[in-house]
């Protein structure tokens, strides 16, 4: 029986030479042969800037910053709820029971980050009022309360 040397088999013996020839290269040359590409959106996360850049290069007192951070981040949790609730609502392979159930699951959480964001301005306006803030600051900390 003769096995040709152009087969598979002939493929398996290349690779693992290959394997071999690789392992015996240092760390450095190994890096040398490594590339990494970003995608468009990690190129765009990489070069964003700190999401609360603008409150921390702002003039107003530490406290108003972390009230104006945490509110920013209320904000965003609840449109990411938002999100998920619309996102449950056009699934069509979800029966209505499974929907109805993860709607009122997402509804309660909306709710009470609804309240936790209610809270948190009702916050903002008696630090700011406390603080003796200059209509400058008031108007930067109503404007970063509101981005």
Known sequence: MRIS???PLNNLVQGVQRQLT??????????????VSLSELGKSMSAKPDKNEDIDNSDLPKAIKDLLKMIRELRAQIAEKQAQIDA??????????????????LQTELASLNSALTTANANLIKLMRENGLSSEQMQAATTLAMS
């Open 88 to 105: 449950i609502m056009s699934d069509q392979s979800l029966d209505a029971e499974a929907k109805r159930q993860q709607i009122e699951g």
């Open 22 to 35: 690789a392992v015996e290269k240092t760390p450095e040359e190994m890096r040398e042969g490594l590339r």
């Open 5 to 7: 040397s152009s087969g």
